[in-house]
């Protein structure tokens, strides 16, 4: 999440106390922080511990205890916001790199250590935790094993959508919205043919033929559906479209949109994959647009409000803030679920507390995200002191193909540990990623 992470060389010290003197557009940085935490309370929230003899035996997933639930990811679901903010931000830098003639290639290497620099620190500290599990049993590393590197996956795709945002850059100052447009047709060509839905009169049960198939050609979505928030980040950053009224227009065409493939069959969860199998996300469907219009089109009806709300010093001091530890924040917060745990067996606290509908339910899980956020402070307190004793860094400039291997090798890196989990996922991620940071950067004493 290069926006999430900190552009200046220390990015631990913020200049928090004069956030007006960065002439920089809070609003962005606002959203992004604001996705941050309902990723990091989601993901808390969406976690049931599951007790026995008042020790931890298993977690549950929220949309596996609750049905319901599949509904609220229509509100959680904010990866779309994250890519949407991030190439706005990138938009302008970009666009001077291409005019000067620098290359692509320099200007994704410099993304590209941004994401390898605090990956390394958190894949060596799991290494670690997995090789003190092998001498006491690991009950905790075991029970959170996949939990631990499955929030990796943001990395892996954010990676390989900005490493097309020049191309995403050149194409709105060419086409403008027309790119949107095209995005938009390929996603669906996409969907029809993966259900073998070319005729109108199939369309109505589309989402249940999408379904009905493996994943396939679907898989090009991969890019064609998370281009589409970025292709919109570009366009709203060049105020190709503004407002409040255009905002509810498609907040409108969101709930339509979400209503309608639904109804056609599309799974109604936004993350994950549903009790039948489904899933929205693997590969991307077209009902996952329907999430973007609605943030899209909230973005634009919260604008002015929320600018005039981040002139108070003090609002934008706490925006600068999150913006500073987004990164560490959202790679640590799922390593927090183990503390948490542990101190939830030690004081007795009722953080199972079954499925809703049971009595405390909603308390226990208000006991478990408090746990949570308790053990999260010490964690990137820590890591804070760790990245402060690293050297400044700039991105490697003069060798292209160290450029790419370093780029390959942190993809490589994240998807081991993606599919393999902490055990032995964290250990072989943590090779890659290493040789990553060290083909991507150069040192500076400057």
């Not at 010290?13 to 604001?34: M, N, T, W």
């Not at 559906?225 to 570009?234: D, K």
């Not at 366009?235 to 479209?241: C, E, I, T, Y």
């Amino acid at each position: 999440m290069s926006g999430l992470y900190s552009r200046r060389p220390k990015p631990w010290v913020p200049a928090l106390s004069q956030p007006e003197k960065q002439h920089r557009d809070l609003y962005p940085d606002a959203l992004r922080a604001l996705a941050l935490l309902i990723v990091v309370f989601g993901h808390w929230f969406a976690t049931l511990p599951r007790m026995a003899g008042g020790e931890l035996i298993a977690t549950d997933h929220m949309l596996h205890a609750w049905i319901p639930a599949a509904f609220l990811t229509w509100a959680v679901q904010v990866v779309p916001l994250f890519v949407f903010v991030s190439a706005a931000v990138g938009t302008d830098g970009v666009a001077r790199r291409l005019h000067r003639g620098h290359s692509q290639l320099e200007w994704w290497g410099s993304r590209a250590l941004r994401l390898a620099r605090p990956t390394v620190t958190y894949l060596a500290a799991l290494t670690l935790l997995v090789i003190a599990a092998n001498f006491n049993g690991g009950r905790f590393l075991d029970t959170f094993d996949v939990s631990l590197t499955v929030h990796l996956w943001f990395l892996i795709m954010l990676l390989t959508v900005q490493a097309l945002l020049p191309l995403s850059v050149e194409a709105d100052r060419r086409f403008g919205l027309g790119a949107v447009i095209a995005l938009i047709v390929l996603a669906a060509t996409v969907d029809m043919l993966r259900a073998g839905a070319f005729w109108p009169t199939q369309w109505p049960t589309l989402g249940a033929r999408v379904t009905g198939t493996d994943g396939g050609i679907g898989w090009l979505n991969a890019f064609f559906v998370w281009l589409l928030p970025q292709q919109l980040g570009i366009a709203w950053k060049r105020s190709r479209f503004r407002g409040a009224f255009i905002g509810l227009l498609l907040v409108i065409v969101g709930a339509a949109w979400l209503l309608g493939t639904v109804m056609s069959g599309y799974p109604v969860g936004m993350i994950g994959i549903d009790l039948e199998g489904n899933s929205n996300m693997l590969p991307p469907t077209l009902a996952l647009m329907g999430v973007m219009w609605l943030q899209v089109g909230l973005v634009l009806l919260c604008e002015r409000p929320a600018r005039w709300l981040l002139d108070r010093e003090r609002l934008a001091s706490i925006v600068a803030f999150l913006g500073a530890f987004g990164m560490p924040l959202y790679l640590w917060h799922k390593l927090a679920e183990l503390p948490a745990a542990w101190l939830g067996e030690r004081i007795g606290a009722p953080i199972d507390a079954g499925t809703p509908g049971d009595p405390g339910f909603w308390s226990g899980r208000l006991w478990w995200i408090g746990l949570c956020f308790l053990m999260v402070v010490p964690v990137l307190a820590i890591v804070a002191w760790i990245e402060m004793q690293r050297q400044r860094t700039v991105p490697h400039a003069e060798s292209p193909p160290a450029i790419v291997i370093g780029g390959l090798a942190l993809l490589l890196g994240l998807g081991c540990a993606l599919v393999m989990g902490a055990m032995p996922g964290a250990l072989i991620g943590l090779a890659g990623v290493v040789l990553a940071s060290l083909l991507l950067r150069r040192h500076s004493q400057a």
